[in-house]
């Protein structure tokens, strides 16, 4: 059976957060279904892309994988101008991470497409033990 309206979509995603919070591996789980528990440092950014059914339409994500060392930081903008979406990710563990994710989210505001879909994740759900930042510090 045939559908009408299917629709082919490219959508540029953007990974943003500081070294170690795991923008790498949840990219790798999302595109390849991996996980590497000890994922080198990426230099610059990685280039993914994955495909997804999403109602009648395809979706492309062409997804950016930045690198999270601050001498990088001002490589970002080239890597988010024209982003449909942006995830910054922190991890739970460490709380200079979730502050630093902070910042990423005011550069985005200001800096950012304004009609880009922005989500922040929280990482690392799996070291419960060691969590630093509570759920009552992310709805501030």
């Known amino acids: 059976m045939a559908t009408t309206g299917n629709k082919n979509i490219n959508a540029k995603l953007v990974l943003l957060g500081d070294v170690g919070a795991g923008k790498s591996s949840l990219v790798l789980r999302f595109v390849k279904g991996q996980f590497v528990e000890f994922q080198e440092s990426t230099i610059g950014a990685a280039f993914f892309s994955q495909t997804v059914a999403v109602n009648d339409a395809t979706v492309k994500f062409e997804i950016w994988d930045t690198a999270g060392q601050e001498r990088y930081h001002s490589l970002a903008p080239m890597y988010y101008r024209g982003a449909a979406a942006a995830i910054i990710v922190y991890d739970i563990t460490n709380q200079a991470s979730f502050e630093r ?18 989500a922040l994740a929280g990482n690392k759900a799996d070291l419960l033990d060691a969590r630093k930042v509570t759920s009552e510090a992310r709805s501030k």
């Open 101 to 118: 994710a902070k910042k990423w989210v005011q550069e985005l505001q200001s800096q950012g497409n304004p009609n880009m879909v922005t």
